[in-house]
DNA sequence: CGAGTTCTTGACTCGCCTCAATTTGAGTGG
DNA sequence: CCACTCAAATTGAGGCGAGTCAAGAACTCG
């Protein structure tokens, strides 16, 4: 169904948040908070709830808002002119959304499930950043994460065969599912609910849906993942996953032949 | 030819940088930096050139220094377990070498033209980053541009066919080289020396050094760019490269079917 | 249980890779 | 200045992996 375009769900923003009670009150930028500047971020916080499948912000908008997320997990997304859709990230509970220089979106923002947002008002946030530099610090080093991965991602893309990059988008949702998850996992397992669909998959890929449904299946066929339904997936040996997918395999040193750079 | 492994070169540093006569000054890192603490950063400050096609530091390394770009071009570079290797970005003038968070470097960077630098010891440099919120400031920017780039970079990888690849490429270098070059070029125009062989622009583009050559004699035969030599481009009009190339070509708002997102 | 979406599977096509042969260009020495 | 050498670049022929198109199966939700 197409609705209202440029218009972004606007649930109703719940008074302040409460900090003391919040579930990522221990990783999040807030983290970096005490007494007075904790205050004043609770103060300008306003909880948010978006369900599946709604956008939080569009490409192109401007940005009203910055935000923790609470809950849930937050597509990155780049629409082209021929309707094609592109998956630029995941976000997680404790990620942050927003971007500090530009007064615009750079990509759009979907819910991939139900998603608890903790929102700040860009003006007086950005007055916070700037008084205090612990926060600003804590948003640099998500921001250095954030660029690590997204340089490890570019090898995915550039680099491997169909096969491997499921298996990669599979071992990096694992990764963040054991991370994010609340029971604790035997070692080498994993399992969790995939938060994308096979097209969302594939337009994480840069794939077809169809190469990616096929890809899943030599998968499950060879023993690497089992699937409870097609959203369940279980890793019984996640090193094994991760063999297929080239993760850890990169020389960090020598390896090089003539004509590359010496030295 | 071989050198021995595990070696970086290194040129003997030479004495303390002289901001005052830098042509970095106004753009780099330092251009935050007034007075005491421009004293302290420049005190720690060294020289140092790289001939083309020698190794800065190497993946998995330690490292030793940051480093500001004075003049040449970088390459970012990982090398695979089976001697393939991935250019992961390019590094110009004013540049920032260096990781904030990890003792250890997660790629190689090696000079693609001659390089000059400006090294600063890690140690020291970390301490004047965590007492002056300014030059933290300068990286923080620095590395969210960064992010955008390697994001917008994911797009050409996951959704280009090898003609608009190299086009894309191209016009990152082209662009870049305007904004570095000295001599004002008429608007829409470029004309800049390709700092990267044709197996190296591969190895950027995730496809093979034939297909490149294909699609650059392509670009040429189409009128997009003509080549003085085999490194020398001219780009005629940008625009029509850049149409090409799918950039600035993304909706940035609506444009969105039924089963995408809503809201 | 039916309707709509999502997922799977198969047959065919095409773009890019592979392998191989030249051609071009830069650097060197006679 | 030209012949020689070697790396870099171009060009061609053929094969394979992933896209395309199409049909059908399996979920989800009223």
Known sequence: MRTMAGQTNERAFSPPAKCDICTARFRALCSTLTGEQLERLSGM?????VPPNHYIFRDGDEAQYFASILSGVVKLVKTTADGEQHIMGLMYSQDFLGHTLSKHHRF??????EVELCTFPRAPFSRLLADYPPIERWLF???????????DW?????RKCSYERVASLLMMIARRARYTGSTPLPPNYAQFELPLTRSELADYLGMTLETVSRMVGKLKR?????LRSTREVIVPDIEALAAVANIDYWVTENGRQAGEPQG
Chains 1, 2 share one sequence.
């Open 108 to 113: 759009s923002a979907a819910a991939a499930t």
């Open 222 to 226: 060879k023993g690497l993942i089992e």
């Open 154 to 158: 570019t090898l995915t893309l550039g």
């Open 141 to 151: 080093d998500f921001t250095v994460r954030e660029l690590d991965h997204c340089r």
């Open 45 to 49: 916080g306003r909880r948010r709830t």
